[in-house]
């Protein structure tokens, strides 16, 4: 039972374009969403976050918006740059366990120059 | 440093051994966690650790697995009689003060272990 779902695998845009990247969830406890961005041979690192008393949050060219109702929230990259390429993964925590993360599958984002 | 570290980076070991990977965390985090991710897949949860106390330790697959913090720093996580499925990289990640809401996890690099 797959709780939190990148249903698209890849992404390619062009640089200086706007990414966006989607994730969905099926847990309705989940108040609590996180991007980490991970290169190759590395640890996942953390991008941004949202509360779900929250439907939008920015910093600098990342935003994250978060659509409760649909139980849908996604990642807007403008504009793009070629070091934004790598795998992107959404991850859901639910208050009520807060130790644990539940992650995406990933979503490979190649940015061109 | 400054970051999570986690060793060996590699473990190549046979069907039916013992292995251990070994967790630093960033200096001063309370809380410790553990993953593993198949190849094409996000991290899975397995394990976290509030000081020296599992706090949940739902994710591990079978009894076959296990992981101590016995001085609430270090961890080590402990695979008896590996398999081929075990193979995957397992990261460590660790966060200040209490798992809360609000608190993201930093990750180390992984240990990737092959069961051959």
């Known amino acids: 039972d797959q709780q939190v779902k990148q249903n698209s695998p890849s992404l390619s845009v062009q640089e200086g374009r706007i990414s966006i990247l989607n994730c969905d969830y099926t847990n309705s406890m989940f108040d609590y969403f996180l991007w980490y961005k991970k290169y190759p041979a590395e640890g996942p690192t953390f991008l941004i976050s949202i509360s779900s008393i929250k439907d939008k949050n920015e910093d600098g060219r990342f935003t994250v918006f978060l659509n409760k109702s649909a139980k849908h929230l996604s990642l807007h990259i403008v504009p793009s740059q070629p070091g934004d390429s790598a795998v992107y993964f959404c991850?859901?925590?639910?208050?009520?366990?807060?130790?644990?993360?539940?992650f995406g599958q990933g979503t490979t984002l190649q940015v061109k120059p | 440093g400054a970051g999570v570290s986690q060793t060996p980076s590699n473990k190549v070991t046979e069907k039916g051994k013992y292995v251990e990977l070994r967790c630093d965390p960033i200096?001063?985090?309370?809380?410790l966690y553990w993953y593993r991710q198949s190849l094409g897949q996000g991290p899975e949860f397995l394990i976290y650790?509030?000081?020296?106390?599992?706090?949940?330790d739902s994710g591990l697959p079978n009894d076959r697995f296990f992981a101590v913090r016995p001085e609430g720093s270090v961890s080590t996580l402990k695979i008896q009689r590996t398999e081929r499925g075990d193979s995957a990289v397992y990261l460590c990640?660790?966060?200040?003060?209490?798992?809360?809401?609000?608190?993201?996890?930093?990750f180390g690099p992984g240990t990737r272990l092959t069961v051959l």
């Open positions: 990640a660790s966060s200040p003060l209490r798992a809360s809401s609000y608190n993201e996890q930093f």
């Open positions: 650790f509030q000081g020296t106390g599992a706090a949940d």
């Open positions: 991850a859901a925590r639910a208050s009520s366990n807060t130790g644990k993360l539940i």
């Open positions: 200096s001063g985090h309370t809380a």
